[in-house]
C-alpha cells in the first residue's frame, strides 16, 4: 500500500474528502483542520491501495490540489488492519501490476540526472571493468556490471518516450552522452598509468581470455539486452526493485565501454570499435525493451496530464 498524504485549501477539503471516499481502495483517512502552515490550509491523508494510486491522485489533481497545495506519496512495507485488507481487495485490479505514474516519472526524473554521483558510479564501473579485463576476472566484472548506474537514464529515456516527455528524454541523453565519455577517458587514463607503471602486462592484458563475450557482438547481444530492459521495466513499474539487480548483472553496458578504453589504450582497435558497437546495441535494445514493456502497461486514458517540469531542471 501507499501513504497519501495531500495539503489543499480549507474550501476544498469537503471535496478531497469525498473523492477519497468514492475509491473502494482508500481506507484510514485522517483530517487535519488547518494543521498545513506552508501553504497554508488542511492536512489529509490516507492509506491506499497501489492499484487505486492513479485514480486518486488524478482525482486530487482534477480538484487543483498539486496547484494550490501539494501530494506526497509514501511507500508502506507493512499495514496490519482488516480495512487495509478489504481497501486492496475491493480495489479493481492487481497491485503487482499497477503502474503508478506519477512514481515512476519522479523516479526516472531523478534516476536521469547528471550529477557527480552519477558520474564517479559510472567511472568506478569502468575502472571495474578495466581492472576485470586486465586481469582475466568475471567475478570483478560482476561487480563492474551491478556498479553501473547507468539503467536509471535508459528508464527515463523510454518512459520519456512513452509518455512524450521530451524534456526527460534529454535529460537522461545528456546523462548518458556525457557520463560514457567521462568515465571512458578517467578509465583510459588509469590504463595508460597502469601499463606505464608495471601494474600489468599490456601484451597479456587482452590476450584471448573468458571476458571475450564482452566485445563479440553478436544476435545474443541484443537478445540479452531486449530481456534486461524488459525485466528492468517491469521491475520498476511494479516496486520490485531486487530484479534490478540481476538486470545489472545480465547486461554488458558499463563492460562494453571500459573494455574499450583498455582496447584503445593499448592499441588494440578492432577490439575497440567492437565493445563500442556492443555498447550501442546494448544501450538501444534495453531502452526498446523497456519502452515496449511501458507502452503495453499504459493506460494514458486514464492519466492526468504529467506535463509538469521535472524536479531540478
Known amino acids: 500500500m501507499l501513504h497519501l498524504r495531500a495539503i489543499c485549501p480549507a474550501e476544498r477539503t469537503d471535496a478531497v474528502l469525498e473523492a477519497l471516499r468514492q475509491h473502494p481502495g482508500v481506507t484510514h483517512v485522517v483530517v487535519l483542520r488547518g494543521a498545513a502552515v506552508d501553504p497554508v490550509g488542511d492536512v489529509v491523508e490516507a492509506d491506499l491501495a497501489r492499484e ?23 511507500q ?6 482488516d480495512a487495509a485488507d478489504r481497501a486492496e ?5 492487481d497491485g503487482a501490476d499497477a503502474v503508478v505514474w506519477e512514481e515512476l516519472l519522479a523516479r526516472t526524473g531523478e534516476e536521469s540526472r547528471l550529477n557527480v554521483t552519477f558520474l564517479s558510479f559510472l567511472t568506478i564501473a569502468c575502472l571495474l571493468t578495466a581492472v576485470a ?17 547507468e539503467f536509471g537514464p535508459l528508464a527515463a529515456i523510454a518512459v520519456g518516450l512513452v509518455l512524450r516527455r521530451w524534456d526527460l528524454v534529454r535529460r537522461a541523453g545528456l546523462a548518458l552522452a556525457a557520463g560514457f565519455p567521462v568515465a571512458m577517458v578517467i578509465t583510459a587514463v588509469g590504463t595508460w598509468l597502469g601499463s606505464r607503471t608495471g601494474l600489468f602486462d599490456p601484451d597479456l592484458a587482452l590476450a584471448g581470455h573468458e571476458l571475450d563475450f564482452v566485445f563479440e557482438v553478436g544476435p545474443f547481444s541484443l537478445i540479452v539486452a531486449l530481456l ?20 545489472f548483472i545480465s547486461v554488458t553496458t558499463v563492460p562494453a565501454a571500459g573494455y574499450a578504453a583498455v582496447a584503445a589504450v593499448l592499441g588494440q582497435w578492432d577490439i575497440c570499435l567492437q565493445s563500442i558497437a556492443q555498447l550501442a546495441v546494448n544501450l538501444v535494445g ?16 486514464q492519466v492526468r496530464d504529467l506535463g509538469r517540469p521535472l524536479a531540478g531542471g
Do not use: F, H, Q, Y
Open 52 to 74: 487505486a494510486t492513479d485514480a486518486v491522485v488524478a482525482s486530487l489533481c482534477d480538484l487543483g490540489v498539486d496547484r494550490d497545495g501539494g501530494v506526497t506519496l509514501e
Open 76 to 81: 508502506i512495507d507493512t499495514a496490519l488492519s
Open 89 to 93: 481487495e475491493d480495489a479493481p485490479g
Open 133 to 149: 579485463v586486465v586481469t582475466d576476472s568475471p567475478v570483478t566484472l560482476v561487480g563492474a556490471m551491478v556498479v553501473g548506474p
Open 228 to 247: 534486461a530492459g524488459a525485466a528492468g521495466m517491469l521491475s520498476m513499474t511494479s516496486a520490485k526493485s531486487a530484479a534490478l539487480v540481476g538486470v
Open 286 to 301: 534495453v531502452v526498446m525493451a523497456a519502452a515496449l514493456v511501458l507502452a503495453l502497461r499504459n493506460r494514458r486514458g
